[in-house]
């Protein structure tokens, strides 16, 4: 089991170090294809950021960049990220913006659909007909046409 996990760490590793020479640099903006919304591009680009960070961390640690380098770069990537993470939540609020907007919209056409006289109400004893019906279902009066386009 811990010689599993042993490997698992090794392949781990092996593909962590290998990745950023096969990642190509960043697309920018305009690269971007259409489809995409602002928010799962905005997690696309903090999940690259946190790729640059784990990156860097392993970098420090092999040596490869000093200690003033590292640093410089760290509260560079955090920052990005902080600033993603910001701007994420502010396009969360406005997707449950729309969300509440369409609510009330639904809210108001179904309070303007009860407010509207049911058309198939039976003039003859009132019962209120549930469908569209030519004659009432409950006396069999016939009902006022309600498309008089003959
Ligand atoms: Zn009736």
Do not use: W
Request: charged share 25%.
């Amino acid at each position: 089991m811990v010689f599993g996990i042993a490997i698992l760490l090794a392949i781990g590793m092996a593909v962590f170090v290998v990745t950023p020479l096969l990642v190509p640099e960043i697309p920018g903006e305009g690269a971007l294809p259409i489809d995409v919304t602002p928010l799962t591009d905005l997690k696309r680009r903090r999940l690259v950021v946190y790729e640059n960070l784990q990156d860097l961390e392993f970098e420090y640690k092999s040596g490869k960049i000093s200690p003033e380098d590292y640093q410089a770069l760290r509260e560079n990537h955090l920052a990005e990220a902080a600033q993603l993470m910001l701007a994420s939540q502010e396009q969360e609020e406005v997707t449950e913006n729309d969300v509440l907007i369409e609510r009330q919209v639904a809210a108001r056409r179904a309070q303007r659909r009860l407010q509207q006289p049911n058309p198939y109400v039976c003039p003859g004893c009132g019962f209120d007909n549930p469908l569209p019906v030519k004659f009432c279902g409950n006396c069999g009066v016939q009902l006022p046409q309600q498309n008089p386009k003959k």
